[in-house]
Nanobody
């Protein structure tokens, strides 16, 4: 399984930007679809964005469309999450996850579709 390490979280004012990175170990990164989830205190972990193996398809939850952008660099074994126009409700721990699911295009929202998870990085947006 691939191992994932997130970075780039921090404290930012509302309207600001952050770029999260997720570095993957191993030589099979390009065989994984990748996703970002987040979990706020007292809430369930929720899907944020996902990207297919070849970057041909991306998926966004409605609340971040137009503000967040996911991308990946298979040569660098890294997936990125560019977050702009941040809002206080974006405050959460953000997790990177890797999926080998052949049905990713229909399962991307489910945590069960993912085989590996990072440890998470805190994002705090102040008002």
């Amino acid at each position: 399984q691939v191992q994932l390490v997130e970075s780039g979280g921090g404290l930012v004012q509302a309207g600001g930007s952050l770029r999260l990175s997720c570095a993957a170990s191993g030589r099979t990164f390009s065989s994984y679809s990748m996703g970002w989830f987040r979990q706020a205190p007292g809430k369930e972990r929720e899907f944020v964005v996902g990207i297919s193996r070849s970057s041909g398809y991306t998926y966004y939850t409605d609340s971040v469309k137009g503000r967040f952008t996911i991308s990946r660099d298979n040569a660098e074994n890294t997936v990125y999450l560019q977050m702009n126009s941040l809002k206080p409700e974006d405050t959460a721990i953000y997790y990177c996850a890797a999926s080998r699911s052949s049905a990713y295009s229909v399962r991307y929202r489910s945590t069960d579709a993912y085989n590996s998870w990072g440890q998470g990085t805190q994002v705090t947006v102040s008002s």
